[in-house]
């Protein structure tokens, strides 16, 4: 148990599918992280959520939707995406000033 | 333009000895650095961290050391463990440079430690 709870761990979609993937944290942190993990590359920062506000969007295609309705909870809403997004998605939070707890990640294919 | 780098995707060590992964930054407003550790099919999990104002942090077999003229970080595993086989992250932020405190990685290296 890590803390960050994120679901499902893993997705199989279509092109024209709509899903969304969900994260979850009771640590009483206050900013929220979604992050995209391809082969070979970094952990791109995708959305930065910071006391339930977005604070950063990194030109994130907008078939990727983020929502973050209160300090627990953050989304990733996914619609009519295409096979290079195939990758784990991860979620983190953090108390501004300290690191990052994450969580087991979303292994997403599309097919 | 890679802001951190770890320009050896993969190191092998035998068990016992010790294990030196490597990572350089090029921002200056960086001051606070972190080491994560990835299993598969898991989510990084925060290993160990160093604050701009000190050049040394030791954990247990853990430590970190930095370099700030150099800009680089190194890891050092002593002794090295089959368990400690992860990928490696470094990460870096500016924690004095606002409210956000978002965290920029490196590509990561697989440490293989060998029985």
């Known amino acids: 148990e890590t803390g960050v709870t994120q679901t499902p761990r893993h997705l199989v979609m279509g092109m024209t599918n709509k899903k969304s993937l969900k994260c979850e944290q009771h640590l009483g942190h206050n900013a929220m992280y979604w992050y995209k993990q391809s082969a070979k590359k970094p952990l791109e920062l995708m959305f930065v959520?910071?006391?339930?506000?977005?604070?950063e969007n990194n030109s994130v295609p907008s078939r990727f939707s983020p929502e973050c309705p209160n300090s627990s909870h953050l989304f990733l809403h996914l619609h009519t995406l295409q096979p290079e997004d195939s990758a784990l998605y991860l979620c983190?939070?953090?108390?501004?000033?300290?690191?990052?707890?994450f969580g087991s990640g979303t292994r997403l294919t599309v097919v | 333009d890679q802001q951190v780098k770890q320009n050896s995707p993969s190191l092998s060590v035998q068990e016992g000895r010790i294990s030196i992964l490597n990572c350089d930054y090029t921002n200056s407003m960086f001051d606070y650095f972190l080491w994560y550790k990835k299993y598969p099919a898991e989510g990084p999990t925060f290993l160990i961290s160093?604050?701009?104002?000190?050049d040394k942090n030791e954990d247990g077999r853990f430590t970190v050391f930095l370099n700030k003229s150099a800009k680089h970080l190194s890891l050092h595993i002593v002794p090295s463990q089959p368990g400690d086989s992860a990928v490696y992250f470094c990460?870096?932020?500016?924690?004095?440079?606002?409210?956000?405190?978002?965290?920029?990685f490196g590509k990561g290296t697989l440490l293989t430690v060998n029985p």
């Open positions: 160093i604050s701009s104002i000190k």
């Open positions: 990460a870096a932020s500016g924690r004095s440079g606002g409210s956000n405190y978002k965290l920029t």
């Open positions: 983190a939070s953090s108390r501004t000033g300290y690191g990052y707890t």
């Open positions: 959520y910071s006391l339930e506000e977005r604070v």
